[in-house]
């Protein structure tokens, strides 16, 4: 059974930095590419970043870039999302997901909040 | 970027009536990779269909997917209880990946 647990979410002064993880299971891990997508309260969803397999191949959104980095560590099936430089902004429900057949996300975490506040 | 544009922003219908869900790309979409989910609160987006027209796993054949290019719809035949959510589309068919703004389906 394919799982995927996403966690590190919390309360963050502007400015701060929060480290995001994503546990993974029952699949092979190297074989996908992985996404962040994040909601905002009541808002719609956003792209944030992605890593291919291999880990060599990265991108993110142009509301992230210099800010967030993306990485993954394929011996433990884990994902990461290291935020720095945090605004109101980036205030959100960060999901983590699975990129499935034809670049849809076919499996995703449950979510984990970040709330960015003084 | 490929701006995803959903219409409508609320369908109000009743259960066993037909939903239509249109979504429009600024631009074509390579390869038709256009996917659509359901978002219930409180719950992460389920995927229902990808490349425009095939239905993901476990999901019912009440829930179909048309269009090409630039033009896409989703189609739920007969509303059940639980189909009043959140529906958005995302497409994959150029970076960075983008979804629309999402359509309610509300009870009528």
């Known amino acids: 059974e394919v799982q995927v647990v996403d966690s590190g979410g919390g309360l963050v002064q502007p400015g701060g930095s929060l480290r995001l993880s994503c546990v993974t299971s029952?699949?092979?891990?190297?074989?996908?590419?992985f996404h962040w997508i994040r909601q905002a309260p009541g808002k719609g969803l956003e792209y944030v970043s992605a890593?291919?397999?291999?880990?060599?191949?990265?991108s993110y959104a142009d509301s992230v870039r210099g800010r967030f980095a993306i990485s993954r560590d394929n011996s433990k099936n884990t994902l990461y999302l290291q935020m720095g430089g945090l605004r109101p902004e980036d205030m959100a429900l960060y999901y983590c997901?699975?990129?499935?057949?034809?670049?849809?996300?076919?499996?995703w975490g449950q979510g984990t909040l970040v709330t960015v506040s003084s | 970027e490929i701006v995803l544009t959903q219409s409508p922003d609320t369908l109000s219908l009743s259960p066993g009536e037909r939903a239509t869900l249109s979504c429009r790309a600024s631009q074509s979409i390579r390869n038709n990779f256009l996917a659509w989910y359901q978002q219930k609160p409180g719950q992460a987006p389920r995927p229902l269909v990808f490349?425009?027209?095939s239905r993901a796993a476990g999901i019912p054949d009440r829930f179909s997917g048309s269009g090409s290019g630039a033009d896409f719809t989703l189609t739920i035949s007969r509303l059940e209880p639980e189909d009043f959510a959140v529906y958005y589309c995302q497409q994959s068919g150029r970076a960075p990946w983008t979804f629309g703004q999402g359509t309610k389906v509300e009870i009528k």
């Open positions: 490349a425009a027209s």
């Open positions: 890593i291919s397999g291999d880990g060599s191949s990265v």
């Open positions: 997901a699975r990129e499935g057949r034809g670049g849809h996300y076919d499996f």
């Open positions: 029952g699949f092979t891990f190297t074989s996908y590419t």
